[in-house]
């Protein structure tokens, strides 16, 4: 097979890179290589289906520059192909006089990044979500819910439709190699020789680097967010998105009430280390992941560093009445038996050698291969811009 460009990684980072190139050089062709036999079955299709305002990113970042940007492209891709969203916004809550200052520090970024937010009191919490605890909060109302694999699908099949193009599913790239004046893709499907490559594989975007000849910047540590569903009965409970203020020494957010598109409330996640980089459930294990993971020096550092924590979340993962206290921080009504389990997703964290969790979105290139090789939340709502900022980085090798 020959292409112009070959994406690998059908999640939907790879995909909106795809669609943008078929909008702005229709006559390149195009190749997407996903390993699993359909598109966003990791990362994409795990998340928690929200359309991000932006508000946490620091400004002039590139988490906060292509979220703006990414989130009205999303929104308008939607409303053009009929994809079910909502923007329904979201609160972060204040539970106590401890976190106001914290909460004040996001509003005043929130407001730099040039998000529509306001301050508002306990008072107008219980309005929007009656449910919630809280002293006080910010709401967010441009915030949204919008289903990520609905749109790979169409993504894909716009990329699809064009000739010459193809998303080829159940094709796991195992090598590449360099000819005289391109590269060779080798994959499960077969070799693709192309012009050009863009590494988007999400959770083995290091290794997918180093097939390339390069040396990645920060490995993969993949870490499991596990989740429960509000059963139909409790689901009163929340009407759209809570949120809690964020503790600045930890890298997440912590446990959150999230609606989704088919308006089942999901809360969590915790956030554990993975036995695998697609381990999934509790018992999963994939033993040259989870070695590489506790025998690279980054992540000895990062444990080290929030070991207390990390024993918290682990302890929330087998815990579930402990799962639940977390929970009726934010919302007291909760109980045990409330709750149903589903699915835990992966998020691929990008780990430095000095144990630095890389916040941002990062990019390396070389003449040929373009290489994401680090693309955490908000990379879903920003990724018809993410998508575009690499168009633009290829386009002047065209």
Known sequence: ????????????????????????????????????????????????????????????????????????????????????????????????????????????????????????????????????????????????IVNYRQVCERLAHRVDEKDGNQVINDAKVTRISKTADGQIVHSSQGEVETSFIVNCSGLHSDRVTSLGGETPPAKIIPFKGEYYELKEEAGHLCRNLIYPVPDPQFPFLGVHFTRMIDNSVECGPNAVLAFGREAYGKLDLNLRDLLESLFYRGFQKMAWKHWKMGLGEMWRSYNKVAFVKALRRLIPEINAEHLKSVPAGIRAQAVTPDGGLVDDFLIQETDRIVNVCNAPSPAATASLNIGQHIVEKLAGRF
């Open 1 to 144: 097979m020959k292409s112009d460009i070959c994406i690998i990684g059908g999640g939907i980072v790879g995909l909106a890179t795809a669609y943008r190139l078929t909008e702005s050089h229709p006559s390149k062709r195009i190749i997407v290589l996903e390993k699993e036999t359909r598109v966003a079955e990791h990362q994409t299709g795990h998340n928690s289906g929200v359309l991000h305002s932006g508000i946490y990113y620091k400004p002039g970042s590139l988490k906060a520059i292509n979220c703006r940007a990414g989130k009205v492209a999303m929104e308008t891709f939607c409303q053009k192909e009929g994809i079910d969203h909502d923007i329904c916004g979201k609160v972060i809550v204040a539970l106590d006089e401890e976190e106001v200052p914290r909460m004040q520090k996001i509003y005043e970024r929130g407001q730099a990044n040039g998000i529509s937010c306001e301050l508002i009191s306990k008072e107008r919490l219980a309005e929007l979500e009656p449910h919630s605890a809280g002293v006080a909060a910010i709401h967010v109302p441009e915030c949204g």
